[in-house]
């Protein structure tokens, strides 16, 4: 460790001295749950992130590389000292460093280079910060949080889309409407350690039409927009299982309306199993799961729904023993792009499970076992206001 700061001290007294070399001067800025992209040459050896830490805080900083990079991660304490750093990582590889913060300060990433002056190779990265401290439960309802920025959001639900759901060549597309107050934030992480994306608010969204079952339409303006998520996470097969938190900023109560794309029974008589875990003050409310049948060619499915393990399932929602979950029929989203998925009286529903905050299992597949297509994941749920 004291060699690697020695090393460190020299190479920033030769940067000042080597003239021509660019060491970025001044730190960009950083914060958990986001990442930054960074670009190292034989001229920029390493660039500096800075970001405001608290006591307690444990943390873990993943750095991504690619185009030839050997990624190096050091953090720095207030005072400009190097208290952790990562292995050396391989050309291309991702490497990462935990830390636990003593004291409440401003700290630096140091996102450098294998050798970092007596390095040779250079290229892009991907650098992201990571609160790991424990879930954290509120005061009144067993509120679990999670931090994006700086920005404190109470989780309404999290998914998990576990490595079989991929299909070779397809995305995945998440979209999410804040109704009624409710401040959509979506936090995505993966098994690819690197995945540490969260985000409140979408540009691309406006001009988007939402109907929730027996509801009257809505379209989404300029101000609606300010509580709406919108991805595509393209190569989800290089991720392994996706998890997706849904929740609202400063736990405001509202409801939601979200739609994930890029799912298929690939072939009667397959099912796909869904994970879905909702947080403690969602889980006083009702959250319905809908898979549709998405309108593509040599798509024939006619979707079958069960909560896994004792539900005995739902053909269609509304009806034929379904009658708890309300049809989605005519409910759905058209996007500005163009993009429909409208439901109908074939497609269906399940109801999970109130207050049962363990993992809920879901299983997807085609009625009689003999229709495929792909379909989409259409969820919709509450955050209750605080007692």
């Not at 000292?81 to 004291?103: H, K």
């Not at 070779?168 to 690819?192: M, W």
């Amino acid at each position: 460790m004291m060699k690697w700061r020695s090393v460190f001290v020299l190479l920033l007294v030769l940067l000042a001295a080597v003239q021509g070399v660019n060491a970025q001067s001044s730190a960009g800025d950083i914060a958990y749950g986001l990442s930054v992209n960074g670009t190292l040459t034989n001229d920029v050896l390493f660039q500096l992130w800075r970001f405001e830490a608290h006591a307690g805080d444990n943390l873990r900083v993943g750095m991504q590389a690619s185009g030839g990079l050997a990624p190096l991660i050091g953090i720095l304490d207030s005072g400009g000292d190097l208290v952790a750093a990562s292995p050396d990582g391989a050309v291309d590889a991702g490497v990462t460093v935990t830390y636990t913060i003593p004291a409440d300060g401003v700290y630096t990433l140091v996102a450098t280079r294998v050798g970092r002056d007596q390095g040779t190779t250079t290229g892009s990265y991907v650098l992201s910060l990571a609160l790991v401290n424990p879930p954290t439960p509120g005061s009144n309802a067993r509120e679990v949080t999670f931090r994006c920025g700086t920005a404190e959001i109470a989780s309404a639900l999290k998914i998990v889309l576990d490595s079989s759901l991929v299909v070779e060549g397809v995305n995945y597309r998440i979209n999410v409407y804040g109704l009624d107050g409710f401040q959509t934030t979506v936090h995505i992480t993966s098994d690819l350690e690197i995945t540490n994306y969260c985000r409140r608010g979408n540009d691309h969204t406006g001009g988007d039409y939402i109907v929730l079952p027996g509801e009257t339409p809505v379209i989404i303006d300029e101000a609606l927009q300010a509580n709406t998520f919108e991805l595509d996470i393209e190569q989800p097969e290089v991720l392994g299982d996706v998890n997706i938190v849904i929740g609202s900023e400063d736990a405001a109560a509202g409801r939601y309306l979200a739609v994930i794309t890029g799912l298929s029974i690939d072939a009667p008589g397959e099912q796909d199993f869904v994970q879905f875990e909702v947080g403690p003050l969602a889980a006083q409310a009702d959250v319905l799961v809908y898979a549709v049948a998405v309108d593509a060619a040599n798509s024939r499915l006619d979707p079958y729904v069960r909560l896994y393990p004792n539900d005995t399932g739902c053909d269609d929602a509304g009806r034929r023993g379904c009658e708890d979950v309300p049809s989605i029929a005519g409910a759905g989203l058209r996007l500005a792009d163009e993009f429909s998925l409208m439901g109908d009286r074939f497609d269906a529903g399940v109801r999970l499970r109130r207050d049962d905050l363990e993992r809920q299992l879901v299983e997807i597949g085609s009625f009689s076992g003999n229709t495929s297509g792909e379909y989409a994941l259409v969820i919709i749920g509450t955050l209750p206001p605080r007692t």
